[in-house]
């Protein structure tokens, strides 16, 4: 338990250092190839646990549409504008180098475009009887992985509140992950989906989904006293309180997905990269789903 808070603890605060240094700076580079090394490196791990089970999966394939789909979002895309999110201040959006306006509005159309070259690549396979599953491995490690992390830096890329709403995402995730592991071990008694994840309890998620709630509410409330841009999106504290429980749910559901995934597989850890955790799946696991989930509320939060 020691071992795990210890590593637990220094990557958090690593993953604050860069996103801190990029909110000083007012640039997002340090997440961009953070998550273009990290999301690299995870479609790696799932490229083993799918060839644990003769599955087929184009292992380069998705970490070429990786690097293109995050370049484009961090050199191309305008940051985004749904729901209470055109209210915000757009500032100066710095970009790399000259595109036409019309081709900066295309991110939620990387799955469509992914779905098409993973598609087209599908075909020219000769293992005729595998060509359905190898683009539906394809495509689903590309949204599971690829888009999510890109939506997350698509958030970040927003100039007035972006770097908030990462650290929202950040403290409900980790936070709620800190809070079902702690109290599932003092008083979970009733396991959750043992044939998933044998020592995840209810009483955990739910004391996790407080948590959650607890850390929403907390980072939209100094965030709110330092005066910040969040306010447009939150004008009361206790709104990051219920977006950051939904939050706590996505984070939980995303565990349990790599959870489902590694007992497919018949492994125990996607990898050894980190004591205690294992690979990149096992440490990013409470970070998938969360940001499209965050852009899907944002769109429809009533302003």
């Known amino acids: 338990m020691g071992t795990r808070f210890f590593y637990g603890f220094t ?32 479609i790696i791990e799932m490229d083993r646990l799918l060839k644990f089970r003769g599955l087929p999966f184009d292992r380069n394939l998705l970490i070429l549409l990786n690097l293109a789909s995050l370049a484009y979002v961090q050199f191309v895309a305008a940051p985004p504008a749904l729901g209470v999110l055109d209210l915000l201040d757009s500032g100066q959006v710095r970009y790399f180098f000259h595109v036409p306006a019309q081709y900066r509005g295309l991110t939620l159309l990387l799955p469509l475009m992914a779905l098409l ?28 992985l690829v888009f999510s992390v890109a939506c997350i830096l698509w958030l970040r890329r927003v100039p007035s509140a972006g770097a908030w709403l990462l650290y929202f995402l950040l403290a409900a995730s980790r936070m709620g992950d800190v809070g079902a592991y702690l109290m599932g071990r003092a008083l979970g008694r009733h396991k ?20 959650s709630a607890a850390a929403g509410a907390g980072i939209v409330y100094w965030a709110q006293e330092a005066g910040t841009a969040l306010r447009p999106l939150f004008s009361q504290w206790w709104y990051g309180g ?9 984070a939980q559901s995303g565990d349990l997905v790599k959870s489902a995934l590694k007992r497919a597989a018949g ?22 789903l969360t940001g499209p989930l965050l852009l899907v509320i944002l769109a429809l939060w009533p302003a």
Do not use: W
């Open 11 to 42: 990557m958090v605060f690593a993953l604050v250092g860069i996103l801190a240094v990029d909110h000083f700076a007012g640039e997002t580079y340090g997440l961009f190839f953070l998550c273009a090394v990290v999301v690299s490196v995870g």
């Open 117 to 144: 070259v993973c598609c087209l690549v599908g075909l020219r396979a000769r293992d005729v009887g595998q060509i359905s599953a190898r683009i539906l491995n394809n495509v689903a490690v590309y949204v599971y």
């Open 192 to 211: 959750l989906i043992p044939h998933l994840s044998p020592g995840k309890t209810i009483e955990g998620a739910l004391f996790g989904l407080l948590f």
């Open 242 to 250: 219920i977006v950051g429980a939904f939050t706590g749910v996505m």
């Open 267 to 288: 492994v125990k850890d996607s990898g050894n990269l980190v004591p205690a955790f294992g690979g990149v799946l096992d440490i990013i696991d409470n970070f998938m």
